[in-house]
T-cell receptor
Framework: SAVISQKPSRDICQRGTSLTIQCQVDSQVTMMFWYRQQPGQSLTLIATANQGSEATYESGFVIDKFPISRPNLTFSTLTVSNMSPEDSSIYLC????????????FGAGTRLSVL | AQRVTQPEKLLSVFKGAPVELKCNYSYSGSPELFWYVQYSRQRLQLLLRHISRESIKGFTADLNKGETSFHLKKPFAQEEDSAMYYCALSGPQTGANNLFFGTGTRLTVIP
């Protein structure tokens, strides 16, 4: 298994500002994932963060809006840029690790509210 | 395109009653199916997956390829089963590393 620490756990931000969310894992992992869960909706993958290369973004998500860093095998950040109220969501960090690479582990999430 | 449908947003059952959380999927090929659970104030975690064919916390789920379903069942619900349950699938068409989630069902077990 993996222990994932995500911070902040929640924040309230003003429109037009940016917030950086941090994700720390207790073991080295090749791939880290960032999900968004909008109110009443399911989890949607934003991007896959690979160490040593650019993040891979899913359709509908762009690097300018959601820049991601992955400086090493245990850490990643997701920035939500130029926020608007539509960005109010829970943002989740996730990893696959261990023998069975098909099992994903999730952080506790960051609850973001944009005023 | 892939799709995971959980028709019930909310489901309430009495303690000791059987419970079934429905999940239907649409996918061209052979996906892997999962159930994830989120208890109150806890993070999302894997409950079970179809290839394991296990019973976890009394829950089972059988993949029915003919009906494209992966319903989660438990014969006798317990209060501690109250949680949010998500059905998810993974496969080549979801992207090599993507879990595709349903919208979730909130299960409440009434004492």
């Amino acid at each position: 298994s993996a222990v994932i620490s995500q911070k902040p756990s929640r924040d309230i931000c003003q429109r037009g500002t940016s917030l950086t969310i941090q994700c720390q894992v207790d073991s080295q992992v090749t791939m880290m994932f960032w999900y968004r869960q909008q109110p009443g909706q399911s989890l949607t993958l934003i991007a896959t963060a690979n160490q040593g290369s650019e993040a891979t973004y899913e359709s509908g998500f762009v690097i300018d809006k959601f820049p991601i860093s992955r400086p090493n095998l245990t850490f990643s950040t997701l920035t939500v840029s130029n926020m608007s109220p539509e960005d109010s969501s829970i943002y989740l960090c996730s990893v696959r690790t261990g023998v069975d690479k098909n099992i994903q582990y999730f952080g506790a999430g960051t609850r973001l509210s944009v005023l | 395109a892939q799709r995971v449908t959980q028709p019930e947003k909310l489901l309430s059952v009495f303690k000791g009653a059987p419970v079934e959380l429905k999940c239907n999927y649409s996918y061209s090929g052979s996906p892997e199916l999962f159930w994830y659970v989120q208890y109150s104030r806890q993070r999302l975690q894997l409950l079970l997956r179809h290839i394991s064919r296990e019973s976890i916390k009394g829950f089972t789920a059988d993949l029915n390829k003919g009906e494209t379903s992966f319903h989660l069942k438990k014969p006798f619900a317990q209060e501690e089963d109250s949680a949010m349950y998500y059905c998810a699938l993974s496969g080549p068409q979801t992207g090599a590393n993507n879990l595709f989630f349903g919208t979730g069902t909130r299960l409440t077990v009434i004492p």
